[in-house]
């Protein structure tokens, strides 16, 4: 008889499985890149370029469809958050000015909401 998981795996086994794949993401999308780019005018950007986030945020859509339809929609707006947020926290937290907390606060909110609305949407569309 084939293992159902939905129904022996407590709720919180989906939400670290996710939040350990968040923060591998990361780790493959951003976390080797940590030099900041300097221009001619004296201006910096970085440490990351563009592609990167956005091949981050790509990756990060099939765990939360894997998990929202797999009746885990909790888990998804908890664990991919959790895991971005330690992860970002864990690559800023060498700044000294401090002001990496605002930006992890900002990155958890962030991804917070934002899975959040993918996730009631992904489950909307299901239902249908």
């Known amino acids: 008889m084939p293992?159902?998981?939905?129904?022996?795996a407590t709720p919180l086994q989906p939400t670290l499985l996710l939040a350990?794949?968040?923060?591998?993401?990361?780790?493959a999308w951003l976390g080797w890149d940590q030099h900041r780019d300097i221009h001619p005018d004296g201006s910096s950007t970085g440490p990351y370029e563009a592609w990167q986030v956005i091949?981050?945020?790509?990756t990060l859509l099939p765990p939360?469809?894997?998990?929202?339809?797999?009746h885990h929609p909790t888990a998804a707006v908890l664990g991919i958050p959790l895991g971005l947020t330690a992860a970002a926290y864990y690559d800023w937290s060498d700044d000294a000015s401090g002001l990496f907390v605002v930006g992890v606060t900002m990155l958890l909110l962030g991804?917070?909401?934002?899975?959040?609305?993918?996730?009631?949407?992904i489950t909307a569309v299901r239902r249908r």
């Open 55 to 58: 091949g981050l945020v790509l």
């Open 20 to 27: 350990a794949v968040a923060a591998t993401l990361w780790a």
């Open 64 to 70: 939360l469809l894997w998990a929202t339809t797999r």
């Open 111 to 121: 991804s917070l909401a934002t899975t959040a609305a993918l996730s009631a949407l």
């Open 3 to 8: 293992h159902d998981t939905r129904t022996t």
